[in-house]
Every structure is written in structure tokens, then in C-alpha cells.
């Protein structure tokens, strides 16, 4: 199937083949017949399949020359729980705006408000924002939010992650109910489905792969190993695989600034990407990360959603994140478009729990493969079978009359008594007490 056998524009087939596109994926098949009709939809698939493409081709058919004119008011409104995802977006769509004679404008914390108010002040076709930055343009009245038709939510699961459920409801209660809205992700959760359903109607749901699925492009590799060996295993890793590229994974922000700082210590280029860094330097750390000039990216799970980086070797999971489902978005960055990625995982004992949690969300188990010198004693030969079920073992009879001796006739357990290996450990203790205490009072 081509994209001209979707019913798209002839403009727009044109932008798509410059582009390099060449036929759609799953998602963009199922999506943009949908979006074409004008119906409201609810929709997921994996990460790395196309889905920005799947909502915009069609939202920007829906807007017509005469629309564009004057680009008096906003038409088409993304909404995305982050910066990064939200910049994505809005490089995607540029070639395709420009070539269409649209106005696009990206409104986010961290931009210039005033060069934001003068953008909006021009005439906008097209607004991708961040909810929070969103609302504040919306409440302060720059953006006639009735005037809206197609509202796309991006990323919604994390919408909700991150908080934003609130601002989301605003902004749905403003808008008309004609409105065309479109909630898109990767994974939908209850929550996302309540929404959903309390504010489109009626609403079509798409949904291609089930949670936990991902991209056969991918593989996977577990590698048990000691907490205080995870350092050095990772630039093992790193220096043996000879990655370009590697997108490193971190749970906490302390962690990030501490492993990039080790990282830098093996002489490698490292950038940092988390929250408390402000936007400038987020975008830099990226932009870097993107020509090559660094090798590593150390990010928290801020950039597990949206970011698309070409080339991208490998993602390595330093450790299992607090929401599982964001680690299928964090292997999602590598192995995407159809082509091949690896991602790996370090996983130290105290993390057997959550290994087992994931595993619930995934399906199936990560292949483990055992390093010797970096892994612990209890899996070296055997892998991580410490979250198999374990088996219960049979009593032997002489335990079983042990237990029955030591029960009264009432059922209630006799007082124990020093007997068998213990005696002679209780004897010394005892012994050793009594000499310490003459001891003692021989000093006063």
C-alpha cells in the first residue's frame, strides 16, 4: 500500500516522497482513513512506528487554502507532556507547513514568552504546545480555544505521569464538541481511556499492538551484574560494542550527573539530559548528541518519549525504571523506522523484583547472558532463577515428628530447649558471658 491509496492530497504526496517516505506504516494506515472522515479517535502503537505522520498528513488535508489565507486563527492544536517531544513534533511538521504555505508555532517553558505573543499575535495555523505553557497563552486569551478543530494529545499516558491531567481537562471543557480530537500513544492506560471517553464522543479506538510490545527490529539483551560493578561493566560495554552512539538510561537525576562524571572519567564525550537542567542546555546536550559530538547521552525518563535520533546504535538501561511501561519507550528509541537496534539491560540483585514486574509487562523473559567477572555469585551459572517459582520442599519424617514433639496437647508450641548444634554454641556463650562479667568486677 502507497501513501497516494490513502486519499491524500496531491501536495502533500509530494512533500512525503521529498521527504524520503516511502510507504506508510501500520498505524498511519489505520489512522489517517479515519482522520480523513473527520471522526475523533483513540489510538496506539508502538514507539517508533510513525504515529506523528498518522495525525498530521491528514489534520494538515483538513485545512484548506481558503483556512490559511489570512492564518488569522489557530486550527490544528498539539498538546505534548514534554519539551523534547513537543520540539520533535514541530521539526516533523516543518517541511510539510512551509511547503503548504502554513504557520506553525511552538509555544513551551523555557521559550521566550514575548517572542511567543508576538508569533501568536501574526496568525497561527498551527499551535504544538506543552500543557502547562498552553493553558497560560489560553487563560491570558491569545489563543481563541472554541476556534480549534483538531486537537491531537500526544503521549497521553504520560500526560498523566507527569500531572497533567488537570490542564488537560481544562482545556478539553473549553473547547466545542464539534471539534475533531485525537488522543494518541503508545501505550493507553485505564486513566487515558477515562478521559477519553468523558470528553469525545463518539470515539474510535485503534489499536494495533497489545502493551508491552516491541519492535521485532529490537534485540534484547539482560546482564546480571553487581551494583558496584555496574560502572565498570557499562564502559566495558560501551568500548567492546564500539557504539557511536549509546543512549543511557538513569532513574534519578543524582544518578545521571554521577554516571556521566564516571563516563568522562574513561575518557568518553558525555552529554546529561534531565529535568533540572534548564531548556538551553537540554537542547544543547541534544543537539550534540544528534551531530556526533558526543557519544553518550546520560538521560532520565524526561527523554524516553518523542525523541528521534537517526542512527542511534544502541539504548542501554542502567537500571529498570519506576514505571515499567516507560521502558518500552526507552528501547523504543533505537531499532526505529525498520530498522535494527539493541538495547541492554544491567540488572543487579536488588532489582530481582522489579525484573519480575517487567517481565509481566513484556510477556516474556530478556535474554540474560552471564559475564563472570562483573556478575554475582548466585546467578554466575544459572542467570537470574531467583524469580522462577521456587519450590517447596518436601519435610523429611523426623522433621515432621520434631514439629509434632513440640506441640502440647492443646496445639500450643512448648518453650524451646538448647538441644542438637546448639547446645555447645549456648554453653560457650554462656561460659563466656560469666568469665566477662568477673573480669569486670575485678577492675573495680
Known sequence: MSFSSLKLSTPLIGIIEKEGYTNPTPIQRKLIPVLLDGHSAIASAQTGSGKTLAYLLPLLQLITPED???????KIFILSPTKELAQQIYEVSKPFVSALGMHAVLLQG????TDEIQRLKRGVDMIIATPQRALEHIEARRIDIKGIRHLVVDEADMMFDLGFVGYLEKIFESMTERSQKIIVSATITPRVVKLAKAYIKPLKRIELDPPGKIADTITQVLYPVLRSK??????????????EKVLLFVRKKELADGVAESLRGWNY????????????????????????????????DIAARGLDITDLDVVINYDIPHVKHDFIHRVGRTGRAGKEGVAITLVSPDEIEQLNDLHKVLGSRIKEVILPEYAP???????????????????????????????SAKGKKRKTTKRDGFKAFDAAKKTKETQSK?????RK
Open 68 to 74: 490559511t489565507a489570512k492564518h488569522s486563527y489557530p
Open 110 to 113: 523555557g521559550g521566550r514568552r
Open 377 to 407: 555469585k548466585e546467578v554466575k551459572a544459572r542467570g537470574f532463577l531467583l524469580h522462577a517459582p521456587q519450590r517447596k520442599r518436601k519435610s523429611s519424617p523426623a522433621k515432621k515428628q520434631s514439629v509434632s514433639s513440640g506441640m
Open 269 to 300: 564525550k558525555v552529554g546529561i539530559l534531565h529535568g533540572e537542567r534548564t531548556h538551553q542546555e537540554r537542547k544543547k546536550s541534544l543537539h550534540a548528541f544528534r551531530e556526533g559530538r558526543y557519544q553518550i547521552l546520560v538521560a532520565t
Open 230 to 243: 555496574k560502572e565498570a561493566l557499562l564502559a566495558w560495554l560501551i568500548s567492546s560494542g564500539q557504539y
Open 438 to 442: 568477673k573480669r569486670g568486677r575485678g
